[in-house]
């Protein structure tokens, strides 16, 4: 028996018992990504996390708070008794996580089940979730209450699942040797709608930069990184400059980047830590005190990286839930013990463990709603996450 073919079989042993095996990235992203080995990613589950006494008993929280009853799902099955396709699409920061979730998800049920996960950003992940195109959504903040409105009027409701924390991160061409640190102000005199035009060169930022005229990179307007961004920096979701290269695709962003000793951009953690070899890191002051501080696992997981410390989301739809197979991916993508390990492996900042067996029993008891009814909020800690009951505003 190979090894991989070892590894599925007690991965197929596990989810009779309600757990999962590690997670890998798919072909879709470079080689070099995809030859991670999936065998140090994840050892193999806590009964307690996932086990099928944990999924008859939803209430009972591992992080402390009490999730409210609902109607159950089913227990676990097997994955080699599984088939199927699950459609996933949003944002390109969660991408990394969901695409490695649905490869090595995809070898444990041996091929049946087909996981796709698109690109679209947030907001136009969002718009197919809504209009039930999709299982399950990516998305690098909360759902807004317009995008609640529309999955509402088509009768989509849905289980919000925080997965990770990310750091948004401020990025200059290696080239670049005159910046270090911003502080907000300067981001925001860099950023905001009023710089359109005005403020085009570097110099107009400090002094003592050269005269050189910047090139703005960052995300599109569909993306949850732009709405992020702009509230933490600008004051004001979607408040931005216009006239700088967007892009839903990070990949674009970081070769824009990356070439040009004037350009500026700024996308998630993970994607800088996958081209760090390329990239620029600047260490942002929030001037509050602490001083210039970049993004590191440590510094976001305790919020010091401030105010671009985020959490990711998954939205699994209730109707799709009634399948077996997109239940068990969504139990595979939660597993207490190998997803932390696959998350941090993928850049992203994962959450202790206990969190996510509180994330499994929120969705084992199909918990509508969100826990953001006023949509995104900056400085958002674990308990805000898991503490509070999700509600529809």
Known sequence: MTVLAALTAFGVLLSACGGATPAAKTESKPAAEATKPAAEAAKPAAAAATSPA?????????????????????????????????????????????????????????????????????????KKFCAGETDISDASRPIQKAEIDQCKAAGVEFVELPVAFDGLSIMVSPRNTFVDCMKVSELKKMWEPEAQGTVTRWNQIRPEWPNQEIRLYGAGADSGTFDYFTDAVNGKEKASRGDYTASEDDNVLVQGISNDPNALGYFGFAYYEENADKLKLLGVDAEKGAGCIKPTAESIRDGSYSPLSRPLFIYAKKTSLDRPEVREFLRFYLNADSSPKLIDQVGYIAFPPPYYQQALQRLNAVQTGTVFPGGSQLGVKLEDLFSRTPSLP
Do not use: W
């Open 54 to 126: 944990a999924a008859a008993n939803p209430g009972a929280s591992a992080a402390g708070s009490t999730a409210k009853p609902g109607a159950a799902l089913a227990p676990p099955v097997a994955l080699n008794t599984l088939n199927g396709t699950i459609a996933v699409d949003g944002s390109s920061t969660v991408f990394p996580v969901s695409e490695a979730m649905a490869e090595e998800f995809q070898k444990a049920t041996g091929g049946k089940v087909r996981v796709t996960v698109g690109i679209s950003g947030t907001g136009g992940g969002f």
